[in-house]
């Protein structure tokens, strides 16, 4: 195992679509996140998992958002309806429960909405 | 809101000359973590501050948590051009568990 990995790495889409990203996390870690980088910030977290439970869901992130590791391993973030805010890179990291916790981050998703 | 203000934003040296970025909480942290950018990647996890007033070195690289656990410091010492990119950190609240990621600090080095 490599690391984390994130596909697809560059997404253009119109106004309006919906896109998919897929994360596979390092495969003995149970904690999966997904995050946004605009250009000139840091990371602003959306949401993470346990395993296949969604813990916790950021505040920020509207209902077009969803996320799912439905068997605890790899996990898809969709983005419905996209609209031009939402062009940024989109990060996944996963770290293990127990220890430093550090979390690894994948290269990311630049999403492009025209 | 962010509520982990990191400072400066941008930071201009001469190669050789040291760094220091800062990290400030508006409330208190259950540890801290430091990540470094380099341009056009990802960050990579540098090192993991959990106690009131520790100091950890990594060889040029000096991180403390201050005592009451809402503020931290990363200093380079003699900097070197690998040390380009943006430097994060990211504070675990107390009160929530939330990872909370400042806003970076990016290093530019002169020759």
């Known amino acids: 195992d490599t690391g984390v990995s994130q596909d697809p790495r560059h997404k253009i889409t119109k106004r309006g679509q919906n896109v998919t990203f897929r994360c596979d996390p390092i495969?003995?870690?149970?904690?999966l996140y997904w995050y946004r980088q605009t250009l000139g910030q840091g990371p602003e977290f959306l949401t993470y998992f346990q395993n296949e439970a969604q813990l916790e869901k950021s505040r920020l992130l509207s209902d077009r958002f969803s996320a799912e590791r439905p068997k605890g391993s790899f996990s898809t973030l969709e983005i419905q309806r996209t609209e031009q805010g939402d062009s940024a890179m989109y990060l996944c990291a996963s770290s293990l429960r127990q220890g430093s916790n550090e979390q690894y981050f994948g290269p990311g998703t630049r999403l492009t909405v025209t | 809101g962010q509520q982990v203000m990191q400072i400066p934003q941008y930071q201009h040296v001469q190669e050789g000359e040291d760094f220091t970025t800062y990290c400030n909480s508006s409330t208190t942290l259950s540890n801290i973590q430091w990540y470094k950018q380099r341009p056009g990647g990802h960050p990579v996890f540098l090192i993991q501050l959990v106690k009131s007033g520790e100091v950890k070195k990594q060889k040029r690289l000096t991180f403390q948590f201050g005592e009451a656990k809402k503020n931290s410091s990363l200093h380079i010492t003699a900097t070197q051009t690998t040390d380009v990119g943006t430097y994060f950190c990211?504070?675990?609240?107390?009160?929530?568990?939330?990872?909370?990621f400042g806003k970076g600090t990016r290093l530019h080095i002169l020759p």
């Open positions: 495969s003995e870690h149970n904690r």
């Open positions: 990211a504070g675990r609240r107390e009160r929530d568990d939330k990872i909370i």
